[in-house]
Every structure is written in C-alpha cells, then in structure tokens.
C-alpha cells in the first residue's frame, strides 16, 4: 500500500511570486484535505477535495486554491506570496464523505515553504 | 477552533507505560475522538480513534469516559521513539476537517 507522497519537500520563494505543491494520495482514498503548519503551531485546515470539487474551507484568502484530478491527486497553489505563508504545508489523504466519513486521514510529510 | 485540552508536556519513562490525558467536555453525540501524533520534521500520524467504546490496535489503546468528556490515551511500553506531539482532536463524522490545538509535547525518558 503506498502512503501519501508530496512533493517538493522544501521550496524557497520570493514574495509576490506563485506557487504550486503537489500530492499523490493513499491508494484506495479518493478524498484530499490540505493543511498549513506554521513553526511551533499544529496544522490548519486550508481546504478538503472530493470527487474534483471543493468539499469545505478554512480561513484562508481566495489567493489558495486547489485542484483534484481523476486519480484522485491534488495541488495546493499560492498566489502573491506573502512572508507569513512560510510554513509548513501537508496534505492527507482518506475515504468519504459518506459512510466511510470518520476513517482517518493519513498525512504525508509535507512541503516546507520558505519567502524571502 | 480546537475542542480539547490537553497537557503542554509531560515526561514518561521508558518501558512503561504512558497515560496521555485529554479533556473534551463540551463533545457532541456524534463526535469521534482521534489521536495523532507528529514527530519531528514528519507529518502527523493517526494513531487511533474512537466513539463509545475503548479501543485497542497495534500502537495503543484509547479508553473514553462513560460521559464521553474525556479520554486517555494509553502507549503500553513507551519507547525513546515515542517522543513527539500528541494530538488529541473532536470531528463531526460529517465534518470534513480535523481542528488541531498544539498538543502535548511528549518525551520519553531513558
């Protein structure tokens, strides 16, 4: 069975620039949530996608978005950089929603995101 | 917002067995509890989960109060390799996010 892979594992951006992160979920799972970890803090939900479509928010600014493709991967994109965006950034991946809903997501190492 | 309360930190021995408490007073009906932890520079690992009734799988067992507002995770032989942030965390079944406060800071002493 393989686990959940991101890629890449560290990035450093300016600010003001764009950025894409992507993820390949568990085998089986068809449902991928991102999260942003800043140092000392634990990880907040960004965004969930299910079957291509948004499935649930965070509070975060129209400038993350995300995409899910057929086989059921996903990127995170970051417009317009700003400094507080240094974190680090992880994907999970899991069944539901549905009846499968409360099995657990599993996490992958993450993306660690720097700006100057 | 995070739903729990846990301990900043605490020490354990090794080999022993460590009791991770975690408080979820205002926990609705159909809210599971999950643990997890997050080793350093990895990201987090479910651990296990649960809605009534203990649980038990191959890294630990979960005992939920009969009130439901609190739970303890227990490790049985707490190894160095135990060290990390735990997570405890409450989740709608149909909700779609896990909410994270900022653990218990756990080590495992030689």
């Known amino acids: 069975e393989t686990g959940v892979t991101q890629s890449p594992t560290h990035l450093i951006k300016t600010r003001g620039q764009q950025v894409t992160l992507r993820c390949s979920s568990q085998s089986g799972h068809n449902t991928v949530s991102w999260y942003q970890q800043a140092l000392g803090q634990g990880p907040q939900f960004i965004f969930q996608?299910?079957?291509?479509?948004?499935?649930g928010r965070g509070n975060f600014p129209p400038r993350f978005s995300g995409l899910q493709f057929p086989n059921y991967s996903s990127e995170l994109n970051v417009n317009a950089l700003e400094l507080d965006d240094s974190a680090l950034y992880l994907c999970?991946?899991?069944?539901?929603?549905?009846?499968?809903?409360?099995?657990?997501?599993?996490f992958g190492d993450g993306t660690r995101l720097s700006i100057l | 917002d995070a739903k729990t309360t846990q301990p900043t930190s605490m020490d354990c021995a090794e080999g022993r067995a460590a009791n991770l408490p975690c408080n979820h007073s205002t926990i609705s009906g159909n809210e599971y509890v999950y643990w997890y932890r997050q080793i350093h520079s990895q990201g987090p690992q479910y651990i296990i989960h649960?809605?009534?009734n203990n649980e038990t799988n191959e890294m630990a067992s979960l005992i939920i109060t009969e009130d439901r507002k609190s739970s303890t995770l227990i490790l049985p032989h707490a190894t160095l390799r135990d060290t990390a942030v735990y997570y405890c965390i409450v989740r709608v079944e149909t909700d779609n996010r896990l909410a994270f406060g900022k653990g218990n800071q756990v080590v495992v002493i030689p």
């Open positions: 649960g809605l009534k």
């Open positions: 999970a991946s899991s069944l539901g929603p549905g009846r499968d809903s409360n099995q657990p997501q599993h």
């Open positions: 996608y299910y079957r291509e479509e948004e499935n």
